[in-house]
């Protein structure tokens, strides 16, 4: 099972207000293992930087303006996520960037179907706690060290780890094959501490034989004697 989860920031909170995105990070989960395999880029919006999204992104309308546009890597980025999952937290924010995006090229847009809403997950698992990611990640023990500002990749990773605690516990394929190497490692000692004996003798001796061919004679017929003959 194929999963990408995915982080985008953006100049702003609405698309309808001519708000773009900046940044989009991607991370691969295959049967919900990272695999390593990332997407990231940084996009000119073609436009100016609000002073409010730069404080919590930290990207500049000058550090922007040599990067490409979203046009440009539109195909590249559609190839990466391919048909699978998309792990997002608030993930309604997002896909209105994304699909505003794909629109303006007369893209057909992401369906909300493949959407899995971290945020949902942790609301129906947290009530009334807040899910904020930082939070998330306080409440899992996840390390925020590495975070200063939100940046979609690291955000990304992140996310990634939250998930995996909100679906039953981080990479339960290396959990079970843990668990099978440790019933493999039980199995190999026991065998070790089992003894050797050698083969016992089970062939009847003549006085057995005899008894047993006198009480058959005792039958009337007997089953035995007849596949004996």
Not at 119 to 148: H, P, T, V, Y
Request: contains cysteine; glycine residues 6%.
């Amino acid at each position: 099972m194929r999963e990408i989860v995915l982080d985008t920031e953006t100049t702003g909170l609405d698309p309808a207000f001519g708000h773009r995105i900046v940044e989009i990070g991607c991370v691969e989960l295959y049967n919900h293992v990272p695999t390593q395999r990332t997407f990231h880029c940084y996009v000119n919006p073609e436009r100016d930087m609000p002073e409010e999204a730069f404080r919590v992104h930290g990207l500049s309308a000058d550090f922007l303006a040599d990067k490409p546009r979203f046009a440009d890597i539109c195909d590249d980025f559609l190839e990466f996520i391919g048909d699978a999952p998309l792990v997002i937290h608030n993930g309604a924010f997002d896909m209105k960037f994304l699909n505003a995006e794909f629109g303006l090229l007369k893209r057909p847009p992401l369906p909300m179907e493949r959407l899995i809403c971290t945020l949902e997950l942790s609301r129906k698992r947290f009530a009334g706690a807040s899910n904020s990611l930082d939070a998330l990640c306080r409440r899992f023990d996840i390390d925020l060290s590495g975070r200063d500002k939100h940046g979609a990749l690291i955000d990304c990773f992140l996310l990634a780890d939250v998930y995996l605690e909100l679906v039953g516990g981080r990479q339960p394929g290396l959990a079970l094959a843990a668990e099978l190497e440790s019933s493999a490692s039980v199995i190999s000692l026991n065998a070790a501490r089992r003894k050797v004996r050698p083969p016992r003798p089970h062939a009847a001796t003549e006085e057995e034989l005899a008894a047993h061919a006198a009480f058959l004679k005792q039958l009337d017929n007997p089953l035995w004697l007849s596949r004996m003959d």
